[in-house]
């Protein structure tokens, strides 16, 4: 029953505010052709610009194609090798000093220092002559 009558009021509603007139006006007219304009630019718009990316991707390559096909990256390639045994000395002198540190007599103390200094040096050298790393 209330569905019934809901339905009823919902039409008496929309046939007194005149929804199934047709509209002779003028300016509605134009709105609706100008919508419509608007409507038919915005997608012209759109394939405008999707073509231009596919040209421009074509023409100008992509950055990750422009990144390998540079001649620096493959006239200077990096080798992380040397990097990485440096790395390596410089972690082992640090633990030597954690452990010189901890020795009492300070002579030696200094001496212990001055080998791990001394071998952390021809580490470094080894990895710089060689760019291999040393064996320990």
Not at 55 to 64: M, N
């Amino acid at each position: 029953m209330k569905a019934i009558v809901l339905v009823l009021c919902v039409g008496v509603l929309l046939s007194c505010t005149g929804c199934n007139r047709s509209t002779d006006d003028p300016t509605a007219k134009r709105v609706a052709a100008l919508e419509a304009k608007v409507a038919t630019l915005e997608k012209r718009n759109s394939d405008l610009e999707f073509k231009g990316r596919m040209v421009s991707s074509h023409l100008f390559g992509s950055p990750l194609e422009k990144f390998f096909g540079a001649d620096e990256f493959w006239e200077n390639p990096y080798d992380s090798g040397a990097a990485d045994c440096a790395k390596r000395c410089t972690e082992t002198l640090l633990s030597e000093n954690k452990v010189c540190e901890k020795i009492a007599d300070c002579a030696q103390k200094q001496q212990c220092f001055k080998e791990a200094s001394e071998r952390a040096s021809n580490c470094q050298t080894q990895c710089s002559q060689n760019n291999q790393p040393p064996i320990p």
